[in-house]
């Protein structure tokens, strides 16, 4: 599956913005999606995920309560709808699939554990 994440821009503090991930491909029902987020000079950071079946979803928990992810079968699509944003979620964000057909119980935050990677849309949250 190839990924394609759109939606970045710059914000300021406190407002909203909605990333898109378009996925091509024949087996996006069966891939556990993610977003990960990577600042400048730091390690990719686990932000959202969501099972297969859309039934499960995971949050860091310094995203918890003002991010949303959410996948669209007939669009490919997932997305992540971020409100109350603040400096510190400025990053380059990338959209991520784990491997189709893995049964998961929980929504893995390893970066290592997905598969499939877009190429990052950065978003920037002035102060």
């Known amino acids: 599956v190839q990924l394609q994440a759109s939606g970045g821009g710059l914000v300021q503090a406190g407002d909203s913005l909605t990333l898109s991930c378009t996925a091509s491909?024949?087996?996006?029902?069966?891939?556990?999606m993610g977003w990960f987020r990577q600042a400048p000079g730091k390690e990719h950071e686990f932000v959202s995920g969501?099972?297969?079946?859309?039934?499960?979803?995971r949050y860091a928990d310094s995203v918890k309560g003002r991010f949303t992810i959410s996948r669209d079968y007939a669009k490919k699509s997932v997305y992540l709808q971020m409100n109350s944003l603040k400096p510190e979620d400025s990053a380059v964000y990338y959209c991520?699939?784990?491997?189709?057909?893995?049964?998961?119980?929980?929504?893995?935050?390893?970066?290592?554990?997905?598969?499939?990677w877009g190429q990052g849309t950065q978003v920037t949250v002035s102060s």
């Open positions: 969501v099972s297969r079946g859309g039934e499960t979803t």
């Open positions: 991520a699939a784990r491997d189709n057909g893995v049964r998961d119980t929980v929504i893995v935050t390893r970066r290592d554990d997905y598969v499939y």
């Open positions: 491909g024949r087996t996006f029902s069966g891939h556990v």
